[in-house]
């Protein structure tokens, strides 16, 4: 089983609605979690962080963790063409070090 | 958030040369780096991480005779990538904590090894 696991996608999402992004982690995965948006050929840049049970909502985005089910997800509303990238799954250590899963690709359709 | 600066953006090498990658944390200082490689459609794979002082440490499949990483201050990691092969052509990306549990991220070198 792979450490963290995404559905790899593509989501394709109506412009105005909202993304659902899903990821599981393994035991192995420590406790601190992040969302990645990675647009083609550049590198990923943070949206955002979660470290405990819960929701956290910044902005239009809003993560959810829940440990006890091994879960942690990604909610975008009111998509727009520009959220159109690949969302990636991270767990970390605690000091930088992530694992990242395979990636969602969003498509953001006007 | 925390400004982490890769050198070069893109690089085109020989087939058996070396290519040196810069990484640096501009506003911070990093004792820790991180190297990671992303092939086309693939998601991001750790390398290694990269000890300010101290021998890196590889992740399991990765040759450090080949990817050497030196860290010899507390704001620049350097990776090498020694007799460089086409299948070595890829994206390289590091990051670096600021001091929290989030990690920043360079801009990412590509590589293409011809």
């Known amino acids: 089983q792979k450490e963290v696991e995404q559905n790899s996608g593509p989501l394709s999402v109506p412009e105005g609605a909202i993304a659902s992004l899903n990821c599981t982690y393994s035991?192995?995965?420590?406790?601190?979690f992040f969302w990645y948006r990675q647009y083609s050929g550049k590198s990923p840049e943070l949206i955002m962080s979660?470290?405990?049970?819960g929701d956290k909502e910044d902005g239009r985005f809003t993560a959810q963790l829940n440990k006890a089910s091994q879960y942690v997800s990604l909610l975008i509303r009111d998509s727009q063409p520009s959220d159109s990238a690949t969302y990636l799954c991270a767990g970390g250590n605690g000091w930088g070090k992530l694992q990242f899963g395979a990636g969602t690709q969003v498509v953001v359709t006007p | 958030g925390a400004v982490v600066s890769q050198h070069p953006s893109w690089v085109i090498c020989k087939s058996g040369t070396s290519v040196k990658i810069e990484c640096r944390s501009l506003d911070f200082q990093a004792t820790t780096m991180f190297w990671y490689r992303q092939f086309p459609k693939q998601s991001l794979m750790l390398m290694a991480t990269s000890n300010e002082g101290s021998k890196a440490t590889y992740e399991q499949g990765v040759e450090k005779d080949k990817f050497l990483i030196n860290h010899a201050s507390l704001t620049l990691s350097t990776l090498t990538v020694t007799s460089a092969h086409p299948e070595d052509s890829s994206f390289y990306i590091c990051?670096?904590?600021?001091?929290?549990?989030?990690?920043?991220f360079g801009q990412g070198t590509r590589l293409t090894v011809v």
């Open positions: 035991d192995r995965v420590s406790q601190s």
């Open positions: 990051s670096a904590p600021s001091g929290g549990m989030e990690a920043f």
């Open positions: 979660i470290y405990s049970n």
